[in-house]
């Protein structure tokens, strides 16, 4: 029975599904499927859309069998990770510090495309010029733990020794349109999510502020997954940048680029900005 794409949501939303579906990619594996988690940067049913075509393909190429767990939160889901429940994870940049310190998980493959910086945003007519104009004001950020927008950049304003009132309100265009009502005097956000939003958003913010760039977001495996799974799997997503299609779906992912990555070359250097000292984990 064919199943429309409004009955569909309206599944993923109301069922158990909502947090897990297995197998994708070679079925002659669904007695062992590797337990795949991405971060949930969007909602529930959209991060199905996305990720089960690309486990699919590259589970057919790497003959594995993927079992698609999406937690509802990003705090439900750092809990999952931190556990060491994942066999493999795509995590933010910090989440593969703290998994690695926690678990043992190792960064394989990452998106090689472009670095990831954080912005801080104002208002085009506001007094707000540069970072140290920030001193004691609200600045607003999706959340405690969003890497570029929020940890990055609150890192960076905590070494030069500028304290700020942080407020945290979801997401970026909360952010974003937070400092154009001036309920806050500057924002957190990253330029994809800025070029984003509507020009008449755009043209009334300006960029006060850029981090250095640092190596995006990583596909992490637990130490008990073998060399040679996580190469066959890389395989599977490189093989994926052969087509047009393929992609269109690596695009969907963030993982336009694939490239080997490890944690010492790139994520260690991130241990020196004792980031976990802003980290907010719920209980």
């Known amino acids: 029975m064919k199943v429309s794409t409004s009955l569909l949501t309206a599944l993923l939303l109301t069922s158990p599904l909502h947090l897990h579906a297995a197998c994708y990619g070679?079925?002659?594996?669904?007695?062992?499927?590797?337990?795949?988690?991405?971060?949930?940067?969007?909602?529930?049913?959209?991060?199905?859309?996305h990720w089960a075509p690309v486990l699919e393909a590259v589970g057919k190429h790497s003959r594995q069998c993927f079992d698609l767990v999406i937690k509802p939160t990003i705090p439900d889901f750092e809990k999952y990770l931190l556990k060491g429940s994942p066999d493999?994870?795509?995590?933010?940049?910090?989440?593969?510090?703290?998994?690695?310190?926690?678990?043992?998980?190792?960064?394989?493959?990452?998106?090689?495309?472009?670095?990831?910086?954080?912005?801080?945003v104002a208002k085009n007519n506001s007094p707000i010029k540069q970072l140290s104009d920030l001193q004691g004001q609200r600045v607003d950020f999706p959340?405690?733990?969003?890497?570029?927008a929020s940890l990055l950049l609150r890192a960076h304003l905590a070494q030069l020794n500028i304290r700020i009132r942080p407020n945290y309100v979801k997401t970026h265009s909360n952010v974003y349109r937070g400092v154009l009502i001036g309920e806050a005097a500057g924002g957190g956000g990253v330029n994809k999510t800025l070029d984003a939003e509507p020009m008449e958003i755009r043209q009334k913010l300006r960029v006060i502020y850029e981090t250095p760039g640092y190596r995006s977001h990583p596909v992490i495996a637990s130490p008990k997954i073998p060399l040679a799974t996580k190469e066959q799997i890389f395989q599977g997503f490189?093989?994926?940048?052969?087509?047009?299609?393929?992609?269109?779906?690596?695009?969907?992912?963030?993982?336009?680029?694939?490239?080997p990555v490890s944690y010492q070359k790139d994520?260690?250097?991130l241990e020196r900005l004792n980031l976990d000292k802003l980290v907010v984990l719920d209980d």
């Open 238 to 259: 490189l093989a994926l940048t052969k087509t047009e299609q393929g992609r269109a779906l690596l695009e969907n992912v963030q993982l336009n680029e694939p490239i």
């Open 143 to 148: 959340a405690p733990n969003a890497f570029a």
């Open 26 to 49: 070679d079925q002659t594996r669904a007695p062992t499927p590797l337990t795949f988690s991405p971060v949930p940067q969007l909602p529930v049913p959209t991060m199905f859309a």
């Open 88 to 120: 493999i994870a795509y995590v933010n940049p910090y989440h593969a510090v703290m998994a690695y310190k926690a678990k043992q998980y190792q960064p394989f493959f990452a998106d090689g495309s472009s670095l990831l910086t954080g912005i801080l």
């Open 267 to 269: 994520y260690r250097p």
